[in-house]
T-cell receptor, first 114, second 115 residues
Framework: AQSVAQPEDQVNVAEGNPLTVKCTYS??????LFWYVQYPNRGLQFLLK??????LVKGSYGFEAEFNKSQTSFHLKKPSALVSDSALYFC????????????FGQGTELSVKP | SAVISQKPSRDICQRGTSLTIQCQVD?????MFWYRQQPGQSLTLIAT?????????ESGFVIDKFPISRPNLTFSTLTVSNMSPEDSSIYLC????????????FGPGTRLTVT
């Protein structure tokens, strides 16, 4: 079965420190991986994606993510967290073995304190 | 990326009634989707809205409960029928990016509370 796991319900980081939000996946075939962010009372915003090519992908707002095929992971990172980064983050995967369906992880609440 | 709007942004409805949610996109798109986000939960795909044909529903979702219309390439509606408190959720529409980009773009969502 295709699935995405975000092992941490919540991540707490001090402003200015690096942050990591973890994601692992299980799919058949090549994974197409995505990160989305949801601010309170707003829809999801696309942050970045991995389709093919370099394992380190850069996205919006200074975020980046590293695709690791051997560990089936796609962790989201940022070198220096901002208070405004506090939001709900979702990892997602498309597997074209499942007709292109987008499968979401359960979400990780990121809290950045000043 | 496409600009997506949804109406209403939120509503409070009585059980047994129905609510129709509209999704408007500022450009023609092939693929449109409807998702549900229950309180404190992740997103679950309800159905793919197909232009000119019946929507394709995911397991656990049926047309009688969630009828969907897609009259053209920029507009879709989702109706939540015969509502119960368990239908209280955020409902989001999304559109697929181009064939070469794969990502989906989401509307702001409709927050539904059923009393």
């Amino acid at each position: 079965a295709q699935s995405v796991a975000q092992p941490e319900d919540q991540v707490n980081v001090a402003e200015g420190n690096p942050l990591t939000v973890k994601c692992t996946y299980s799919v058949s075939g090549n994974p197409y991986l995505f990160w989305y962010v949801q601010y309170p009372n707003r829809g999801l915003q696309f942050l970045l994606k991995y389709i093919t090519g370099d394992n380190l992908v850069k996205g919006s707002y200074g975020f980046e993510a590293e695709f690791n095929k051997s560990q089936t992971s796609f962790h989201l990172k940022k070198p220096s967290a901002l208070v405004s980064d506090s939001a709900l983050y979702f990892c997602a995967v498309i597997s074209y073995n499942q007709g292109g369906k987008l499968i979401f992880g359960q979400g990780t609440e990121l809290s950045v304190k000043p | 990326s496409a600009v997506i709007s949804q109406k209403p942004s939120r509503d409070i409805c009585q059980r047994g009634t129905s609510l129709t949610i509209q999704c408007q996109v500022d450009s023609q798109v092939t693929m449109m989707f409807w998702y549900r986000q229950q309180p404190g939960q992740s997103l679950t795909l309800i159905a793919t809205a197909n232009q000119g044909s019946e929507a394709t529903y995911e397991s656990g979702f049926v047309i009688d409960k969630f009828p969907i219309s897609r009259p053209n390439l920029t507009f879709s509606t989702l109706t939540v029928s015969n509502m119960s408190p368990e239908d209280s959720s955020i409902y989001l529409c999304s559109v697929a990016g181009t064939a070469s980009s794969y990502e989906q773009y989401f509307g702001p969502g409709t927050r539904l509370t059923v009393t």
